[in-house]
């Protein structure tokens, strides 16, 4: 992880917008190493996911449904890459290996998100 990137969410009734962090690609796309649970990024494609109580964050968090191998993906809060083991960190602002005001964002995310179908898009 070097920097955060943008991310956006949209639907009819309007946008939001902040910054994403998540562990790296390790495997450079390469063999068994990328998408590799709890050091890699998860695989660029197109997810269904809901809101979900996480226990881990006693907090409503943004669930990813299970692919490639992989379960229990969060959207959830943190700063830093510590702060995560193969899930996504949302922050209202970037820095160099940092997202911040990461509770604020996801609660607007959230908020956003409704009882709507939430559609996760992962890009490269």
């Known amino acids: 992880m070097?920097?955060?990137h943008k991310a956006t969410s949209t639907k009819k009734s309007g946008i939001?917008?902040?910054y994403i962090l998540e562990p790296p690609d390790i495997g450079n796309g390469v063999g068994n190493a990328r998408n590799k649970p709890d050091v890699s990024c998860?695989?660029?494609d197109t997810y269904q996911a809901g809101l979900y109580e996480s226990p881990g964050f006693h907090?409503?968090?943004i669930l990813l449904q299970n692919k490639y191998g992989r379960?229990?993906?969060e959207i959830h809060p943190g700063n830093y890459p510590r702060n995560t083991k193969g899930c996504i960190l949302v922050?209202?602002?970037p820095g160099r290996n940092t997202v911040w005001k990461s509770r604020d964002k996801l609660?607007?995310?959230i908020e956003f998100c409704g009882n709507d179908e939430i559609i996760v898009i992962v890009k490269d």
């Open 2 to 4: 070097k920097f955060a």
């Open 16 to 18: 939001v917008t902040g």
């Open 42 to 44: 998860i695989k660029a």
């Open 59 to 61: 907090t409503m968090v």
């Open 71 to 73: 379960e229990w993906i």
């Open 91 to 93: 922050g209202e602002l």
């Open 107 to 109: 609660a607007e995310l």
